[in-house]
Nanobody, 128 residues
Framework: QVQLMESGGGSVQSGGSLRLSCAPSVSTLTPRCMAWFRQTPGGRVREGVAGISSDGTIKTSPSMQDRFTISRDTANNIVYLEMNNLDLRDTAIYYC?????????????????????WGRGTQVTVSS
């Protein structure tokens, strides 16, 4: 089973920044799309944060697009999430996801059912 390995989470004060990274555990995985989702404490669903396709299509949640930026190292299938001006509402477990099927994934980048590979998540805690 291919795993996605997230890193870069941690604790930060309000207004601070973090950069998350995600890479597959095997180099043979070639995702068509990759994305970040998050689940807040007590939350029942994973919220789409940002996604990016192999052709460069990007979709970022409107509530975060002025602070969060997704990027991708296509050659190595690594996806990054740059998070700036973090606030308490951003405290969550952040999950990396990858879709290896059709390139049509670019039309549903923030939908959980688009993805067939998931990481275990990395905790981001923002304090005042």
């Amino acid at each position: 089973q291919v795993q996605l390995m997230e890193s870069g989470g941690g604790s930060v004060q309000s207004g601070g920044s973090l950069r998350l990274s995600c890479a597959p555990s095997v180099s043979t995985l070639t995702p068509r799309c990759m994305a970040w989702f998050r689940q807040t404490p007590g939350g029942r669903v994973r919220e789409g944060v940002a996604g990016i396709s192999s052709d460069g299509t990007i979709k970022t949640s409107p509530s975060m697009q002025d602070r969060f930026t997704i990027s991708r190292d296509t050659a190595n299938n690594i996806v990054y999430l740059e998070m700036n001006n973090l606030d308490l509402r951003d405290t969550a477990i952040y999950y990396c996801a990858a879709a290896t099927g059709s390139t049509a994934c670019r039309w549903s980048l923030l939908v959980t059912s688009t993805y067939n590979h998931w990481g275990r998540g990395t905790q981001v805690t923002v304090s005042s």
